[in-house]
């Protein structure tokens, strides 16, 4: 069973400053990367830990900014891999747009038909009021 570290916990580990290991969290999970998390925040994996070391160790050695040190990491680990994974990543973005529309077309189809039977209610209730006044005679 692998065992998970706070963010905090890696950071001491690892010696990085908690902000910057933040802002790789948050670029990576901006390009798909996903976390384990539970109700208190995310849970870091060996793989991850592993992960932020080659990270630090990248930054230390080329003296680049966050930002550059994952670009780096990202060319190393191979384009094309993280081409496919954002991909798939975007592929299950796209279903759940498909899904959407489907779910808004059938919500308004279930609205105009709900507003065509209260006009046809209105109709029927203008010509008992129109009988029950007397009209048509």
Do not use: C, P
């Not at 690892?14 to 798909?32: D, M, Y």
């Not at 990202?74 to 991909?87: A, L």
């Not at 796209?94 to 209610?121: F, P």
């Amino acid at each position: 069973m692998s065992k998970f570290y706070r963010i905090g916990e890696v950071s001491k580990k690892l010696s990085i400053n908690i902000s910057s290991l933040r802002i790789w969290i948050w670029h990576l999970e901006k390009v798909g990367y996903l976390f384990n998390k539970d109700k208190l925040g995310r849970l870091l994996g060996e793989e991850d830990v592993e992960m932020f070391k080659e990270i630090k160790e990248i930054k230390s050695k080329k003296f680049v900014n966050n930002a550059t040190a994952l670009e780096i990491f990202f060319e190393r680990r191979g384009e094309e891999k993280v081409k496919e994974f954002i991909m798939k990543k975007n592929q299950g973005e796209i279903a759940n747009y498909s899904r959407m529309v489907i779910l808004l077309k059938d919500l308004d189809k279930k609205v105009d038909k709900i507003i065509k039977m209260e006009k046809e209610k209105k109709k029927k209730q203008s010509f008992f009021n129109f009988l029950s006044r007397g009209g048509g005679k």
